[in-house]
């Protein structure tokens, strides 16, 4: 195993119930085909004989249950077969959920409790395959038929859309090995950083809305009740992270807590649990392919990331550049805004900024390269508890003309001219 760069057509077959782990060269796109038998990447199934092209340096797995040939057409950094995988626990896990699913939709849909779907959460280091469980879950829930709804609590990386963003979307068919999550109409807050230390009371308070709002479109909607949802997290599990996941297990009113490759956490997580009687706390392995990503490689997927948004992954997307007045656009950050000076305070208090106050940013050369979310606001006090239509990507202020220039999903008129600013920057390469 661990076999260097090849890049000519390769067969590789597969056993049953292992997996072959590829990290795509960081050159070119690796084509892969299911030749016979049946394989899945991540839950979702391989449909036969069809080339797929994943983008350079994406690491994945084609896991097969009964036995596959599976063809290559590319370079690889690495690609090795593994038999040994925590894959058997986690279909058993959504074999539970199914159950639950099941359960919940027979029973009266007045009977708010009793169809609620599974509520699942999960939590683990970085590293650990979260996001990647996640996945399969909820890949493996929409092929039985059911519409799971995805919420996604990291902002370091985010799978529905841009990092710094909390977000939730319902998943309605397998996610697409290469494209990943659909990106239609997702339900998003932004947060617009990508640590959660940089302003946890506002970290806590997006989580809240978007908590609530879920709860509001679940009360009118049992079939997306009964099917659930599964919540992914971020790596932060230490001190005020493990606060922010106790959180988010009671707010989303998680009764499942999947956790991963972490035996603290887990009898944490069960000791609090015991004060819980319908929340079931797991504790599953770590797969041995989960690829630990650095702080470098971490930041560049960051800015893949913020590409993929106006680009697309193959550059299918067309983003416009449009310019506006300055005053057309009215720019608000929450918290951390200038603090009042010592001397302007009554003497002993200290000058603490009110981390969720919304204050209107000058249109300055700071705002370059930002990348700035289009609140759905209507007015600047609304902004905190909105959420997000899209994003847009400043690239040029010209201070004498009073324009600002800016990158664009689409061509037209933004749907809203009140604009969130965090610390999220991108250099466009
Ligand atoms: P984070 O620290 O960002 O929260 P995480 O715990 O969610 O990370 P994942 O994103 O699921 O971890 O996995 C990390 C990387 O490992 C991803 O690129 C993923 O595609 C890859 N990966 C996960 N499982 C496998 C596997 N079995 N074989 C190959 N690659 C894998």
Do not use: C
Request: aromatic share 8%; charged share 20%; proline share 6%.
């Amino acid at each position: 195993s661990g076999s260097a760069s090849a890049s000519t057509i390769k067969q590789v077959k597969l056993e049953r119930e292992s997996e072959l782990r590829i990290e795509v060269g960081s050159e070119t796109p690796l084509k892969l085909r299911l030749l016979n038998g049946s394989a899945e990447i991540f839950g979702s199934e391989l449909a036969p004989e069809i080339w797929l092209t994943f983008p350079s340096r994406l690491k994945f797995a084609v896991f097969t249950w009964y036995g596959a040939t599976i063809e290559m057409d590319g370079t690889t950094e690495t690609d090795y077969m593994a038999d040994e995988t925590p894959m058997v626990s986690y279909v058993n896990v959504h074999a539970v959920l199914e159950g639950r699913r099941n359960r919940a939709k027979t029973s009266s849909p007045n009977d708010s409790e009793a169809s609620q779907g599974p509520r699942v959460i999960v939590v683990g280091p970085t590293d650990s395959g979260k996001s990647t469980l996640s996945r399969m879950l909820l890949s493996w829930a929409a092929k039985q038929g059911w519409k799971p709804t995805f919420v996604d609590l990291d902002i370091g990386q985010g799978s529905i859309t841009v990092p710094g963003s909390i977000a939730a979307t319902p998943i309605e068919m397998p996610i697409d090995p290469v494209e990943g999550i659909p990106l239609e109409m997702p339900l998003v807050y932004y947060y617009g950083h990508t640590t959660p230390s940089n302003n946890v009371d506002l970290y806590k308070a997006l989580v809240n809305e978007l908590a609530q709002m879920l709860e509001t479109q679940f009360a009118h909607n049992a079939e997306s009740r009964a099917a659930g949802m599964v919540i992914n997290t971020m790596g932060w599990i230490e001190s005020t992270g493990y606060e922010l996941l106790l959180h988010a297990i009671d707010i989303f009113k998680a009764n499942v807590v999947l956790v991963l490759g972490q035996e603290k956490l887990f009898s944490m997580l069960k000791a609090v649990a015991k004060s819980k009687p319908n929340v079931d706390v797991v504790k599953l392995q770590k797969s041995g392919g989960v690829v630990s990503r650095n702080a470098k490689f971490r930041q560049k997927a960051r800015a893949y990331r913020i590409r993929e948004y106006f680009y697309g992954l193959a550059n299918d997307l067309s983003p416009h550049s449009n310019i506006a007045n300055f005053s057309d656009l009215l720019v608000y950050r929450i918290g951390g805004g200038p603090q009042a000076p010592r001397s302007a305070l009554p003497i002993g208090a200290d000058p603490v900024a009110n981390p969720l106050r919304v204050t209107p940013v000058n249109i300055d050369q700071d705002l370059l390269h930002t990348v700035l979310a289009v609140s759905y606001a209507k007015e600047a006090d609304q902004i905190l508890s909105s959420n997000v239509a899209g994003f847009i990507y400043i690239t040029d202020i010209d201070i004498q003309r009073k324009k600002i220039t800016y990158l664009a999903p689409s061509a037209g008129d933004l749907p809203s001219k009140y604009l969130i600013m965090g610390t999220l920057t991108w250099l466009e390469t």
